[in-house]
């Protein structure tokens, strides 16, 4: 939220919808008081050259209790604007509830992601390294059977140079003619 801009021009005490209407309606009372035309009746006495108003008290009490009525009036007015104050402010206390519990297990669920993710890229890591053990396992795999082939070659070789050298009795009997058996 962003605070309120206030008026410097004006006083603090203004800057409220209740207290600038009083003020207000005092000003117009004040301006009303001098805007009359005020009678003046001169005294006799010599000593003084001073005038009386010929306008009586009661006029002003009358203005007095206009004032008061007003006053009332905002007052009132000001009493219901700090009920509905207070009745926002605790509409939005109970909105903050909810909001501070849901942060709360925001924050929750963001620290479990963090440790889901370590986890994954560990796992991803276990993953890399078992693919080159297969990969390597894999061409260890094929040399291994080529190796098998080479000695069952040798052994088959072997077994017949085993073979021929056995059966044919030697140089002395192929000289003689002899057939083998």
Not at 3 to 21: E, L, Y
Request: proline share 3%; net charge neutral.
């Amino acid at each position: 939220m962003k605070p309120k801009r206030t008026d410097s021009t004006r006083p603090k005490i203004f800057q409220s919808p209740a207290a600038a209407a009083e003020a207000a309606s005092v000003t117009a009372a004040y301006a009303l008081a001098k805007s009359e035309k005020l009678e003046f009746i001169e005294t006799d006495d010599s000593n003084f050259e001073r005038v009386r108003e010929n306008n009586p008290v009661q006029d002003f009490s009358i203005e007095i209790n206009a004032i008061r009525e007003e006053n009332k009036v905002l007052v009132s007015s000001v009493a219901k604007v700090k009920a509905e104050n207070s009745r926002v402010r605790e509409k939005i206390d109970e909105s903050m509830v909810p909001t501070s519990e849901l942060s709360k297990e925001l924050h929750s669920v963001q620290g479990q992601l963090v440790v889901e993710r370590s986890r994954c890229s560990k796992l991803e890591a276990q993953i890399a390294e078992l693919q080159k053990r297969l990969e390597t396992s894999q061409s260890i795999e094929d040399e291994v059977q080529q190796l098998r082939r080479q000695k069952s070659m040798v052994d088959r070789n072997m077994e017949m140079a085993a073979a021929q050298t056995k059966g044919s009795g030697g140089v002395c009997r192929w000289i003689a003619g002899t057939p083998n058996t």
